[in-house]
């Protein structure tokens, strides 16, 4: 194993034992809603989003507990709209990572409360009290996620894609419902973790959100490539959806290779942007690649 | 016109408005979403909760213009409520406010995304930098907001009342289901509108919460009374549904004269907890008042 896969095995494992114990027990009523909520969230995922907040936070020599907290908030939100997105009204989907999608294994009235309720709860671990020494970036980390999370972001996002079902899209637009879709959440995680640790000055937020720009595209890119190339078994969901449902891709706008290389492109872009760093953004940039190349 | 009604007719007024400049143009895209959120939110209801928050704001002489913020987010999260109430898969209502339901005028998936990104906003503008001059103040609000609509808050006395579709519930539980489906929302507005002022000792916050404990659970009796008594053209939405869908509520348990006793008491002990507070605390008494005697 490299150091690389070390260090993502231990985040991963952190971020699993830090979910399980800010979701609420089954013990606790109403034991179904909790149960539903833990099943939503916990035993599978990459968990991409809270890895890249580790690894912004290590560019901000920020403190790792606090960072946990900020990853898990990111993930939950993420979560809450895989739960809604399979629901039968939007994506209709009964497999997720390998099992039965929460409206499949319980019913799409609990789905509807568990995506409300971890939203809410994602909230209330970024809002809890003293999380951040200086309260006033509290506030703004919380303001950036409840942004990427809102109309303009992430659920705006899924909206452009519904509407786009069976449409022909043009490239900036499909950009569009990306930067928004999958876009806003990935950056949300970078500025949640840099936040947490010493401030940067202006010039290299700008790099850094730039850094979070190109992979939240690329990681989108890569997605709609594994789509079109990938069984449903390696991928753990349903696969060829979106060519399926009709449905705008990178791949169907550009073709299978020029997609890989606009993937590859971002992935030089990412890099580039964090030249100015030092050795403490290695992280970053082992991310950048391991979301580029990744086949699951 | 009293001046009680004057002061109400003011700040609904005043509601309204915030939350129109507070949600997206529609001129903005995804322009469908930005619609149904507006229809979903705009020109209906009574705005109890902001008032009730705008009340509290007095009692601690709060700056109104913050008082207005918190204000509307906690009024997003209870129309983002009712959003996904209404729902085939939950209550499956066609009527809100004597209006199609967000779902019927426009379809499920829009209403599922509508009330994921009415939450989010709520939390954006309450995490507003600088909105309240002490930030570790704002994010003990943020927290409590959060806590309020969660799995042991709103959201999850929606479970709990799914559940009890067709089931005896004994009085306990019923309370334990009012207490977090609708009691936790309003208990956040009083706190909430309280924390924008003066910083009140721990016995004046008790006395506080007791009052708008109160009020919370009156709110429902009075609810279940109404939905008892009342035809669908006077209430603006689907009438006797508790009743067809054997529901239990306070009338099926205490029969219609006791649950209206039992209004009356709530009423008084509401009052009784602001025997300790000056006149600054006369439009929360004027609010049970209202709450209690409505026919709405």
Same mark, same amino acid.
């Given at each position: !194993? ?6 993502? +095995? ?6 699993? @034992?830090?979910?399980?114990? +800010? ?13 539903? !909520?833990?099943?939503?969230? %916990? ?35 993420? #979560? ?9 009204? !939007? ?19 609990? =789905? ?7 939203? $809410?709860?994602?909230?209330?671990? %970024?809002?809890?009290? /003293? ?14 996620? *409840?942004? @990427?999370?809102?109309?303009? /972001?992430? #659920?705006?996002?899924? =909206?452009?894609?519904?509407? $786009? ?14 930067? %928004?879709?999958? /876009? *806003?959440?990935?950056? =949300? ?13 202006? &010039? @290299? ?37 979106? @060519? =399926?449902?009709?449905?705008? &891709? ?22 580039? +942007? ?23």
């Amino acid at each position: !194993m490299s150091d690389f896969q070390a260090w993502m +095995a231990g985040h991963q494992e952190r971020v699993e @034992a830090a979910l399980s114990n +800010a979701l609420p027990l089954t013990s606790h009523a109403p034991t179904r809603l909790h149960d539903a !909520m833990r099943y939503a969230v %916990l035993g599978g995922g990459k968990r991409v989003r809270p890895l890249l907040a580790f690894a912004a936070g290590e560019l901000t020599q920020a403190d790792p507990a606090r960072v946990e907290q900020a990853a898990i908030a990111v993930e939950l939100i993420h #979560a809450y709209s895989l739960v809604h997105d399979d629901m039968p009204a !939007m994506d209709n989907d009964v497999l997720r990572r390998g099992k039965p999608t929460v409206h499949v294994e319980f019913d799409e009235a609990t =789905a509807l409360l568990v995506g409300d309720a971890l939203q $809410s709860l994602a909230f209330e671990i %970024l809002a809890q009290p /003293g999380l951040v020494e200086n309260a006033a970036a509290q506030v703004r980390m919380l303001n950036s996620l *409840a942004s @990427a999370s809102g109309s303009h /972001g992430m #659920a705006g996002g899924q =909206a452009i894609d519904l509407a $786009s079902v069976g449409k022909p899209l043009e490239m900036p637009e499909l950009e569009f419902m990306h930067i %928004l879709k999958t /876009g *806003a959440l990935i950056r =949300a995680s970078v500025t949640l973790g840099a936040l947490c640790g010493k401030a940067l000055d202006a &010039t @290299a937020m700008g790099k850094l959100d730039h850094y979070s720009k190109c992979v939240g595209l690329a990681f989108q890119v890569v997605d709609d490539v594994l789509d079109a190339e990938a069984s449903t078994a390696t991928l753990g969901k349903t696969a060829g959806k979106d @060519a =399926a449902q009709n449905k705008p &891709t990178y791949v169907s706008l550009l073709g299978l290779t020029r997609a890989k290389d606009l993937a590859e492109e971002l992935r030089t872009d990412a890099h580039d +942007a964090l030249l100015g760093f030092g050795p403490e953004a290695e992280r970053l940039k082992q991310l950048a690649d391991y979301i580029i190349n990744r086949d699951f």
